[in-house]
C-alpha cells in the first residue's frame, strides 16, 4: 500500500531554512509527481509546489517563487521540500501528497514547522 | 489563480439526514475538482475527483457533482464519523488552489 512518511516537527528562527522530507513506499516512486501543500492554524490548505519524480521538473506556487525549492532522491525514493527567509507567517503544518492524475491521492502525516524567535 | 469559494462556513445536521456542501469556482475548471475530509490532527483524506468518482473505499453515501464553476458534494444519510471539515480543491491548471472549507456537525 502507499505509504508517505514524512520527517519530524521543526523548531526555526525568523531567517533561517527548514527541509522536510517525505519517504515514499509502496508504488514506483518515479511514476508518479509529488505535491507539497501546507496548513496555517485556522487557515485553508495551500499549495506550494510539485516535482515530477521521474524527470526533477518542478513548478512552484508564484506566492512562494524564490523561497521554495522542491527536489527528490530516488534512489532514497524520498521527495524534499525546502523554505528559505521562514518568517512568523511560515508556522504550518506542511503536507506531502502523491499525484494521481493531478488530484492529490495520497497524503502523508504532517510535519509542524514552527517559526519563533 | 483561480478563487474557491465553499459555502456554508458550517453545517449542522442530525445522524441519518442528508448533508450538503457547495464549492464555487471564479472560472470555469471543468470537472478537474476534488473533495478532501480532513479530522482533527490528521491529513486530508481524498473523497472524490473528477468532480463525482468516489476514491477507492469511500464509502457509497458521498456523492459529488457539478461542473465548470459549481459543484457539490452530499453525504446522503449522516453518519457521527463524517463529523469533519471539507475542502474543495480545483486541479484545473497551476497553481492549483483550496476552498475555505465547510466544517460539519452532528445536530
Known amino acids: 500500500q502507499v505509504q508517505l512518511v514524512q520527517s519530524g516537527a521543526e523548531v526555526k528562527k525568523p531567517g533561517a531554512s527548514v527541509k522536510v522530507s517525505c519517504k515514499a513506499s509502496?508504488?514506483?516512486?518515479?511514476?508518479?509527481?509529488m505535491h507539497w501543500v501546507r496548513q496555517a492554524p485556522g487557515q485553508r490548505l495551500e499549495w506550494l509546489g510539485w516535482?515530477?519524480?521521474?524527470?526533477?521538473?518542478?513548478k512552484y506556487s508564484q506566492r512562494f517563487q524564490g523561497r521554495v525549492t522542491i527536489s527528490r532522491d530516488t534512489s532514497a525514493t524520498t521527495a524534499y521540500m525546502e523554505l528559505s527567509g521562514l518568517r512568523s507567517e511560515d508556522t504550518a503544518v506542511y503536507y506531502c501528497?502523491?499525484?494521481?492524475?493531478?488530484?492529490?491521492?495520497?497524503w502523508g502525516q504532517g510535519t509542524l514547522v514552527t517559526v519563533s524567535s | 489563480e483561480i478563487v474557491m469559494t465553499q459555502s456554508p462556513a458550517t453545517l449542522s445536521v442530525s445522524p441519518g439526514e442528508r448533508a450538503t456542501l457547495s464549492c464555487r469556482a471564479s472560472?470555469?475548471?471543468?470537472?478537474?475538482l476534488a473533495w478532501y475530509q480532513q479530522k482533527p490532527g490528521q491529513a486530508p483524506r481524498l473523497l472524490i475527483s473528477?468532480?463525482?468518482t468516489r476514491a477507492t473505499g469511500i464509502p457509497a453515501r458521498f456523492s459529488g457533482s457539478g461542473s465548470g464553476t459549481e459543484f457539490t458534494l452530499t453525504i446522503s444519510s449522516l453518519q457521527s464519523e463524517d463529523v469533519a471539515v471539507y475542502y474543495c480543491?480545483?486541479?484545473?491548471?497551476?497553481?492549483?488552489?483550496f476552498g475555505q472549507g465547510t466544517k460539519l456537525e452532528i445536530k
Open positions: 501528497a502523491r499525484d494521481q492524475l493531478w488530484f492529490l491521492a495520497y
Open positions: 509502496g508504488y514506483t516512486f518515479t511514476s508518479y509527481p
Open positions: 516535482i515530477n519524480a521521474g524527470n526533477g521538473n518542478t
Open positions: 472560472q470555469s475548471v471543468s470537472s478537474h
Open positions: 473528477g468532480a463525482s
Open positions: 480543491q480545483h486541479y484545473n491548471n497551476w497553481p492549483y488552489t
